[in-house]
């Protein structure tokens, strides 16, 4: 409590100076090529202040003239960044930022949600099964964060809807014009290449059907396989890559050494690389499955869903999920092996588009800029 009410003692001491900067706060490094196209769009004007985990973005954008500078909670923050941040005219973020409950917003001042993920299949805010049981102060602290932000870029109604419930904000901040993150998908050129550079490191994929197992991450950094993996039945033309998110990659490792011959492991590229070379997309909660979508082939979705019960109780997943879901839920290793084996209904991922993806048609970012910065 300290920390917030002196942070927002030096926010309040700093609004009423006023620049044009533009703040945009990092914590993913899977937007590079936005904030690129930021920088181009209000030259000069963009220091990107990043988090740890986005260290390698960070040094990527340095390299190609961005300003960046690293941030993390501390008192030199508190009297550095937080000046910088409050007089700033625009302020994007990526996440929830806690810090941001404490900022005094000058008039006109924007903050601006660009999340990390262009759906939800996981609740996340007062849907989130443990934010009633939170303190009164917390749940108070949480509804400040979500009431700074004056707009929230989407790329479809149904997010806008997710956000208004999950934040108890008004529909009229969703500026519903593309996630702009998944133009890659929609690019010709970046899905080519992109699958070319993982068929010259890895030419044993070319030519198999493969088939991407990524699991959602799940809190406690833990993740463990049914006993009955073993049993996953594949043809000889095959392949089931795992991708675990990179906190994992000793599990990852593990799991390698405990199924050897079954699956395989792809470091060398991220997730969303490997999605251009996948036919058959194995997921559970995880929102990579708006993304597979987008891409041409896109073939089939299957949700094994073996912890369903526990994830529900513990986690959350949207009321409606099982309604929209582009793909069957199964629970067993049986089910899994029955449905990877029949063919893929590409109705349902159109369908699924139309709700989730309306506008995430390559023009997100295009979009995005005109909108804020009407040149």
Not at 6 to 26: C, D, E, G, N, P
Not at 142 to 149: A, S
Not at 196 to 210: D, F, G, H, S, T
Not at 355 to 363: C, E, F, P, R, V
């Amino acid at each position: 409590m300290g920390y917030l009410w002196l942070l927002t003692l030096v926010s309040w001491l700093a609004h009423f100076k006023r620049s044009q900067q533009i703040i945009y706060l990092m914590s993913f490094a899977d937007n590079l090529e936005f904030i690129m196209a930021l920088a181009q769009r209000v030259p000069g004007r963009l220091t990107v202040y990043y988090l740890p985990s986005a260290t390698v973005g960070a040094e990527q954008l340095a390299a190609q003239g961005v300003a960046t500078q690293p941030f993390q909670d501390s008192l030199h923050f508190v009297l550095t960044g937080i000046p910088v941040i409050t007089q700033a005219v625009d302020v994007y973020c990526d996440n929830y930022f806690a810090f941001t409950a404490g900022l005094t917003r000058g008039k006109g001042q924007r903050l601006i949600q660009l999340w990390h993920a262009g759906g939800a299949v996981k609740a996340f805010g007062w849907g989130d099964p443990q934010t009633v049981q939170r303190s009164t102060a917390d749940q108070h602290r949480f509804q400040k964060v979500y009431n700074q932000l004056t707009d929230y870029v989407v790329g479809a109604d149904k997010m806008g809807a997710v956000f208004a419930t999950s934040y108890h904000v008004p529909r009229e901040r969703m500026r519903v014009l593309g996630y702009p993150r998944s133009d890659r998908y929609r690019q010709p050129t970046w899905v080519q290449q992109t699958r070319a550079a993982i068929y010259a490191q890895y030419p044993q994929l070319e030519n198999r059907e493969v088939l991407l197992y990524a699991p959602t991450y799940r809190a406690g950094v833990t993740f463990e396989l049914p006993a009955d993996f073993g049993e996953l039945q594949l043809t000889a033309k095959q392949v089931l890559i795992v991708k675990l998110h990179p906190h994992l990659a000793a599990q990852a490792a593990a799991l390698l050494k405990q199924y050897p011959g079954l699956i395989m492991l792809v470091p060398d590229f991220s997730t969303d690389e490997l999605l251009t070379i996948t036919e058959t997309l194995i997921s559970d909660y995880s929102s990579v499955i708006f993304d597979y979508a987008l891409l041409p082939n896109c073939q089939k979705m299957v949700f094994y869903v073996f912890d369903w019960q526990n994830f529900q109780q513990a986690v959350g997943l949207q009321p409606d999920f099982e309604q929209w879901a582009p793909g069957p839920l199964v629970q067993t290793m049986a089910e899994l092996n029955r449905v990877l084996a029949a063919p893929a209904e590409r109705q349902s991922v159109q369908a699924f588009n139309q709700l989730w993806n309306t506008y995430n048609d390559g023009q997100a970012t295009a979009r995005t800029l005109a909108y804020f910065y009407k040149k």
